[in-house]
């Protein structure tokens, strides 16, 4: 698969997202473990079909020290033993979140409790907004067709300084 366009050589393209990428800097300063966050982002990246974001997200949690096996059971975290009760929580919001036209009802109540009782509210706020920016994310890798495997662990830290 060839990219169709890149964003970071457009100048418009770059200024909006080095904003875009300060989005992202405001949530890892947030108190949910960043470990937390990327399992968030892989797998909605994993459903939307993002070759780039899979491969960034995969990367990071491996340089973070993340093991093999969990990484790997992401996509089938509801049948795997190694993820928390709140990590569960917020993969579940990250799913709902993220397959809004699969479900009539978005985000069910009952993943919604789960994640009120292992979240406070600034974390749920920071929980929310990654679910919206990582589907923003996934939409321009897959709309340019960027491909994965070339990304290397904090090669976008270079957009937010």
């Given at each position: 698969m060839e990219p169709r366009f890149n964003l970071m050589d457009n100048p418009i393209g770059a200024k909006i997202g080095r904003r875009f990428a300060g989005l992202g800097q405001a949530i890892v300063q947030s108190t949910v473990p960043k470990a937390t966050l990327e399992l968030m982002e892989l797998r909605a990246s994993q459903i939307n079909?993002?070759?780039w974001c899979t491969d960034m997200h995969t990367k990071e949690l491996a340089a973070a020290g993340e093991?093999?096996?969990r990484i790997n059971l992401v996509a089938v975290w509801r049948e795997a033993r190694v993820f928390t009760d709140a990590e569960r929580a917020a993969l579940a919001l990250a799913e709902e979140g993220t397959r809004l036209a699969d479900a009539h009802q978005g985000v069910s109540d009952d993943t919604w409790a789960q994640v009120r009782e292992h979240y406070d509210d600034d974390q749920i706020a920071t929980l929310v907004?990654?679910?919206?920016l990582i589907n923003a994310a996934n939409r321009l890798g897959?709309?340019?067709?960027?491909?994965g495997g070339s990304y290397e662990p904090g090669m976008l830290a270079e957009l937010t300084s």
């Open positions: 079909g993002c070759g093991t093999a096996t907004y990654v679910v919206a897959v709309i340019t067709r960027m491909p």
